[in-house]
């Protein structure tokens, strides 16, 4: 039988000179199941969308007959394009999305199609995250009820 507890669960944690007993084990993995099945069951209540990830290498392109387009698995509710000097934030349905650089916040045009987003944006490739060679990270929260 162990000596010591810890505190959240109160596992056993033994001493040097502690008898080592299976029933203890035993009971040790039944608290840590029943645990994990509550975490498991708390987690089922929260939020509704689980993250996505992509990615694509800029082309040097602007404007509109260069858009960009991706197209997710499920409807997005967020997206952000991560490049070198900024980022591209863009909600779904909205025709306009936000380019953060180091030196400006300027809109780019988003257009919708299905699960597929197409922007473009002024006259600098870096704006509408589309620079060449400039490898671009997507994070998306993908709406789970879809």
Same mark, same amino acid.
């Given at each position: 039988? !162990?000596?010591?507890? $810890? !505190?959240?669960?109160?596992? !056993?944690?033994?001493?040097?000179?502690? +008898?080592?007993?299976?029933?203890?084990?035993?009971?040790?993995?039944?608290?840590?199941?029943?645990? &994990?099945?509550?975490?498991?069951?708390?987690?089922?209540?929260?939020?509704?969308?689980?993250?996505?990830?992509?990615?694509?290498?800029?082309?040097?392109?602007?404007? +509109?007959?260069?858009?960009? !387009? &991706?197209?997710?698995?499920?409807? +997005?509710? &967020?997206?952000?394009?991560?490049?070198?000097? #900024?980022?591209?934030?863009?909600?779904?349905?909205?025709? $306009?999305?936000?380019?953060?650089?180091?030196?400006?916040?300027?809109? %780019?045009?988003?257009?919708?199609? #299905?699960?597929?987003?197409?922007?473009?944006?002024?006259?600098?490739?870096?704006? @509408? @995250?589309?620079?060449?060679?400039?490898?671009?990270? %997507?994070?998306? &929260?993908?709406?789970?009820?879809?």
């Amino acid at each position: 039988m !162990s000596t010591n507890h $810890t !505190s959240n669960y109160a596992l !056993s944690q033994w001493e040097a000179t502690d +008898p080592v007993l299976r029933a203890d084990f035993n009971a040790d993995n039944a608290k840590i199941d029943a645990a &994990l099945g509550a975490h498991a069951a708390a987690l089922v209540e929260k939020g509704n969308c689980q993250i996505y990830t992509t990615g694509y290498s800029g082309n040097g392109g602007v404007g +509109p007959a260069n858009a960009r !387009s &991706l197209t997710f698995p499920k409807w +997005p509710r &967020l997206i952000l394009i991560i490049g070198e000097k #900024g980022f591209l934030l863009i909600f779904p349905g909205i025709t $306009t999305g936000y380019s953060v650089t180091t030196s400006s916040v300027l809109s %780019v045009t988003t257009s919708w199609s #299905g699960n597929t987003i197409s922007w473009y944006g002024g006259s600098l490739a870096s704006v @509408m @995250m589309n620079s060449s060679n400039i490898w671009y990270s %997507v994070v998306a &929260l993908m709406d789970t009820a879809q």
